[in-house]
């Protein structure tokens, strides 16, 4: 029962070449950062990335896109990253783009066991009539495009029919996690992390903080151990930031106001 291994190197060992994988993270949040650069250390190449976005920039996924080890990938956003437009333009990577709701449900589908489902997300788009473009070739034809969907009428609206999602490994980050694989999510940092784990025949956490069995209650784990393979211990470091803004502190905005009520007691 102990899924515990000694680096995130060992934990990524067997992926093969040519492997399919989902991938937590919400840009650059939750993203298990150990793990993609334990693989791209690894050089498994041709790889399949199941993700809400495929890194950004040389960032989180994007150290394997840069690479040239991901050829290709399901994802919801794809924008903000110049070199996986440039690959996907020039026929080097098929994307194959599903809205961010619609990729969570195929996810837990594919957790549970449930083939497809039905949605009324993307009814009279091309989501489901087809044409988006998955695939280029060098001279930037489109070679390949999505395919028409199954529309149906339920109590007199439409919905379209979506399938489920699988891989055969699952890379995710948790702020907790116990020997066994139970997982706990930090805040934002959950976001698709607990789906992509559901989704994977062998998923990996790396974890912030080991704990043991017991010291996380039933009612407080996000991801049961039942689905999670292998643990890996990374501590609290190596989370990056995408964006980073600030506003003043309390004290500086008060300090000018201050100043100006003195001001104007000196002059009465």
């Known amino acids: 029962m102990d899924k515990v291994v000694a680096n995130a190197a060992e934990a990524v060992a067997d992926i093969p070449d040519g492997a399919s994988l989902t991938v937590g993270g919400f840009g650059l949040c939750g993203v298990p950062i150990a793990l993609i650069d334990a693989l791209l250390a690894q050089g498994a190449r041709g790889l399949t990335t199941i993700s809400n976005n495929c890194g950004v920039d040389d960032q989180a996924l994007g150290v394997l896109l840069y ?131 559901m989704a994977a025949r062998t998923t990996i956490a790396e974890v912030e903080e080991l704990v043991e ?5 039933p009612e407080d784990v996000h991801l049961p151990g039942v689905f999670v393979h292998r643990v890996v211990v990374v501590g609290p470091e190596g989370k990056k930031i995408e964006k980073r803004t600030t506003r003043p502190r309390a004290e500086a905005a008060a300090a000018p106001a201050a100043a100006g009520d003195e001001a104007t007691e000196a002059t009465a």
């Open 67 to 197: 690479a040239g080890r991901i050829t290709r990938t399901i994802s919801s956003f794809v924008g903000g990253n110049k070199e996986l437009a440039r690959l996907y333009l020039s026929g080097e990577l098929e994307v194959e783009l599903t809205p961010q709701g619609t990729l969570a449900e195929r996810l837990r589908a594919g957790g549970i066991g449930v083939p497809a489902f039905y949605t009324p997300t993307g009814v009279g788009t091309m989501v489901a009539d087809g044409g988006i473009p998955i695939r280029y070739d060098a001279e930037g034809k489109v070679v390949e495009t999505s395919r028409p969907k199954e529309v149906r009428e339920f109590d007199g609206r439409q919905y379209v029919l979506e399938t489920a999602l699988t891989a055969d490994y699952g890379l995710v980050r948790a702020a907790r996690g116990d020997r066994h694989g139970n997982l706990v999510f930090r805040e934002s940092a959950r976001n698709f992390n607990p789906l992509v784990g």
């Open 213 to 217: 069995p017991g010291e996380i209650t």
